[in-house]
């Protein structure tokens, strides 16, 4: 969420004609403030125009001290100041922009929406009335975790994959490489391309119980279906519990999870392996608002994955990750959301040596980002990184000892609103899968068109 350069603008050179008429402010702590914050330091603006509590009741000092105040975490400090600002003009809409933001960053969203609607019929600019629109969308989701009730989602996709079973375009070269011997290839290592459609959907109750605290439970379902392809269309099914603690800026959220995953594929063989995977997992989340432009995050997951009909590939996995949220000022209100993850992945079978098997430690990140072009209408996208490292040598290659792998996305798109709760999102994704293993080197283009509607 932001706050818009030109809502301050304004409010500003509003607040100075009542300074310029009523007081005589000190320019130079004003000017010293407005120039810290223009720095994105408003910790050292809020210091600066504390030291200068005379001037409190000068409405450009006290909107100065509220933005300073609010941008440093200081909500509570940042109504005070606003409040003075509107009992000498109460359409100063900065301050009711302002306002707003300091109680929904406090929870106090009742409070929050009734500023935000009252701005909103001042006819604001475009900026500002999609800022407020944001907002406003986001009182409601925040409602829905403090009240039961159900939440939900319904999407359909069509699309086209260029390399469903992600594997190099050359298998006996690379099976050559891989392990000194030519295979032609079969089942699913034949390079395979197809049209897909597919749905999915999800559906989650909560259940607020006192001082923060909630319940939740949801489950939810995907199935693709590949054109020609019927072998490797996909079916699958998760289930979720646990309890959320919202306190102000600050969220906690614990769940345990349970996925099951089936394809068929092509493999040979009596009975005919499958690509089937049954998942269960435990996570934690932190995530916390340092202020109302920034929020940082904090994760842990625990996960079991077991392939029933290929058990040299279970393993558990510890899961680490760290994110940050930034939104921006100005047009577009742009957002960039970065994360980082590392994992530690711990086989729980041997191949036949007893010793060897596919342990292994991934480590990576993702920087997504996001520009409006109206309050309907913004695109996306994002770039990613994850490095793979076996541990054990000669795990996937009787040639190769160590196999390492970088995996690389790019992705982009753009999403159109065009009814209160359904979207529609075209994009495009690119993956390439460079390993010291050729046989586990690949690239994948991907194309999709989606609607998606929220259900309550």
Same mark, same amino acid.
């Given at each position: 969420?932001?706050?818009?350069?030109?809502?301050?603008?304004?409010?500003?050179?509003?607040?100075?004609?009542?300074?310029?008429?009523?007081?005589?402010?000190?320019?130079?702590?004003?000017?010293?403030?407005?120039?810290?914050?223009?720095?994105?330091?408003?910790?050292?603006?809020?210091?600066?125009?504390?030291?200068?509590?005379?001037?409190?009741?000068?409405?450009?000092?006290?909107?100065?001290?509220?933005?300073?105040?609010?941008?440093?975490?200081?909500?509570?400090?940042?109504?005070?100041?606003?409040?003075?600002?509107?009992?000498?003009?109460?359409?100063?809409?900065?301050?009711?922009?302002?306002?707003?933001?300091?109680?929904?960053?406090?929870?106090?969203?009742?409070?929050?929406?009734?500023?935000?609607?009252?701005?909103?019929?001042?006819?604001?600019?475009?900026?500002?009335?999609?800022?407020?629109?944001?907002?406003?969308?986001?009182?409601?989701?925040?409602?829905?975790?403090?009240?039961?009730?159900?939440?939900?989602?319904?999407?359909?996709?069509?699309?086209?994959?260029?390399?469903?079973?992600?594997?190099?375009?050359?298998?006996?070269?690379?099976?050559?490489? *891989?392990?000194?011997?030519?295979?032609?290839?079969?089942? &699913?290592?034949?390079?395979?391309?197809?049209?897909?459609?597919?749905?999915?959907?999800?559906?989650?109750?909560?259940?607020?119980?006192?001082?923060?605290?909630?319940?939740?439970?949801?489950?939810?379902?995907?199935?693709?279906?590949?054109?020609?392809? *019927?072998?490797?269309?996909?079916?699958?099914?998760?289930?979720?519990?646990?309890?959320?603690?919202?306190?102000?800026? *600050?969220?906690?959220?614990?769940?345990?999870?349970?996925?099951?995953?089936?394809?068929?594929?092509?493999?040979?063989?009596?009975?005919?392996?499958?690509?089937?995977?049954?998942?269960?997992?435990?996570?934690?989340?932190?995530?916390?608002?340092?202020?109302?432009? &920034?929020?940082?995050?904090?994760?842990?997951?625990?996960?079991?994955?077991?392939?029933?009909? &290929?058990?040299?590939?279970?393993?558990?996995?510890?899961?680490?990750?760290?994110?940050?949220?930034?939104?921006?000022?100005?047009?577009?209100?742009?957002?960039?959301?970065?994360?980082?993850?590392?994992?530690?992945?711990?086989?729980?079978?041997?191949?036949?040596?007893?010793?060897?098997?596919?342990?292994?430690?991934?480590?990576?990140?993702?920087?997504?980002?996001?520009?409006?072009? *109206?309050?309907?209408?913004?695109?996306?996208?994002?770039?990613?990184?994850?490095?793979?490292?076996?541990?054990?040598?000669?795990?996937?290659?009787?040639?190769?000892?160590?196999?390492?792998?970088?995996?690389?996305?790019?992705?982009?798109?753009?999403?159109?609103?065009?009814?209160?709760?359904?979207?529609?999102?075209?994009?495009?994704?690119?993956?390439?899968?460079?390993? &010291?293993?050729?046989?586990?080197?690949?690239?994948?283009?991907?194309?999709?068109?989606?609607?998606?509607?929220?259900?309550?």
């Amino acid at each position: 969420m932001i706050v818009l350069r030109t809502v301050r603008a304004m409010a500003l050179l509003a607040g100075l004609s009542y300074a310029l008429g009523a007081w005589a402010a000190d320019p130079q702590v004003l000017e010293r403030a407005r120039k810290l914050l223009a720095e994105n330091n408003p910790k050292q603006a809020y210091v600066e125009l504390m030291s200068a509590q005379d001037l409190t009741g000068t409405p450009e000092y006290d909107y100065l001290l509220g933005v300073a105040a609010l941008d440093s975490g200081k909500f509570e400090d940042a109504i005070i100041a606003f409040e003075r600002v509107l009992a000498i003009n109460p359409n100063h809409a900065g301050a009711q922009m302002d306002l707003g933001r300091a109680y929904f960053a406090l929870g106090s969203y009742d409070l929050a929406e009734t500023a935000f609607k009252r701005l909103k019929t001042a006819n604001p600019p475009a900026p500002a009335l999609q800022a407020l629109n944001q907002y406003l969308e986001a009182i409601q989701v925040r409602r829905r975790e403090i009240n039961p009730g159900w939440t939900g989602f319904a999407e359909m996709q069509i699309g086209y994959d260029s390399n469903l079973t992600g594997v190099p375009g050359d298998f006996g070269a690379a099976s050559q490489q *891989s392990f000194n011997i030519t295979v032609d290839p079969t089942g &699913n290592s034949i390079k395979r391309d197809a049209a897909y459609v597919e749905a999915l959907g999800y559906l989650e109750y909560s259940y607020p119980l006192s001082r923060g605290w909630s319940l939740f439970a949801g489950g939810g379902a995907r199935g693709r279906a590949y054109h020609d392809e *019927s072998d490797f269309d996909i079916l699958s099914g998760d289930l979720r519990a646990g309890a959320a603690l919202n306190q102000g800026p *600050s969220q906690w959220r614990a769940s345990v999870g349970y996925q099951k995953y089936t394809q068929d594929g092509d493999a040979p063989g009596e009975p005919q392996p499958t690509n089937d995977r049954n998942t269960a997992n435990a996570m934690f989340e932190w995530r916390h608002s340092l202020d109302t432009r &920034n929020q940082v995050g904090v994760g842990l997951q625990l996960t079991s994955v077991r392939f029933p009909d &290929n058990k040299i590939d279970d393993f558990d996995q510890v899961y680490l990750s760290a994110s940050w949220l930034r939104s921006f000022e100005g047009k577009g209100t742009p957002l960039v959301y970065l994360s980082v993850f590392g994992t530690n992945d711990n086989a729980k079978n041997t191949f036949d040596d007893g010793v060897t098997d596919k342990s292994k430690n991934l480590a990576g990140g993702r920087v997504y980002g996001q520009y409006s072009f *109206s309050p309907k209408l913004y695109t996306f996208g994002a770039v990613g990184y994850v490095y793979r490292r076996d541990k054990d040598e000669f795990a996937r290659s009787t040639v190769v000892a160590r196999g390492r792998d970088q995996f690389a996305e790019l992705l982009g798109g753009v999403t159109w609103q065009f009814m209160e709760k359904c979207a529609v999102r075209a994009q495009w994704s690119y993956t390439r899968n460079a390993s &010291n293993i050729d046989i586990f080197d690949y690239d994948r283009n991907e194309v999709s068109t989606a609607v998606r509607c929220d259900l309550f």
